[in-house]
């Protein structure tokens, strides 16, 4: 199910009268990040959910749950989580992967991150990148210059992956 901030202020905690930050989008501990959390996550792809097709949006997303199909927060936060699977192209500002990427597909953002225990299979393009000890990896890095051109290269390879999926 998808959560964001705006359905956090509705939630039945919220009309009970506890407080607004208690009603944050939060990741359940066993998702990704120091601690077992990651909490800015605007919106949440939870574990029961799979998902075949494209996603896109314009806020920070966590994913926890198996997608097949390419994803593009555009200048946001993509999180895979420890639950999550993905099959298909990544594009965000910044990726943090501590679940599973595969289908040799490109992955493109300012910053990938591919954290302990996590698998990844695929092409990244960045800027930064940071494989922990211990995470797997199998595909070509290339390391841009400028974050202008690791935007741009984003935004290619998204859409030559969406129309593939189409």
Do not use: Y
């Not at 199910?1 to 939060?26: D, F, I, L, Y």
């Not at 997608?67 to 946001?76: A, L, M």
């Not at 599973?100 to 698998?119: R, Y």
């Not at 092409?123 to 690791?150: C, L, P, Y």
């Amino acid at each position: 199910m998808w959560r964001n901030k705006e359905s956090q202020s509705t939630a039945p905690g919220a009309a009970s009268g506890r407080a607004e930050n208690s009603g944050a989008a939060k990741a359940p501990s066993n998702s990704g990040g120091p601690g077992g959390t990651t909490g800015h996550a605007g919106s949440w792809l939870t574990p029961t959910l799979k998902v075949k097709g494209q996603i896109s949006g314009n806020e920070d997303l966590l994913v926890d749950g198996k997608v097949e199909g390419p994803i593009s927060v555009g200048e946001h936060r993509l999180t895979v989580g420890q639950s999550g699977h993905v099959t298909g192209a990544l594009a965000a500002r910044e990726i943090i992967i501590c679940g599973k990427v595969d289908g040799n597909q490109a992955v493109v953002g300012e910053s990938v991150e591919i954290k302990k225990d996590a698998s990844m299979i695929g092409n990244v393009t960045t800027r930064r990148i940071v494989i922990e000890d211990g995470a797997g990896f199998k595909g070509n890095i290339e390391i841009q210059e400028s974050g202008k051109q690791a935007g741009s290269k984003a935004e290619s390879s998204t859409e030559r992956a969406f129309s593939k999926s189409a």
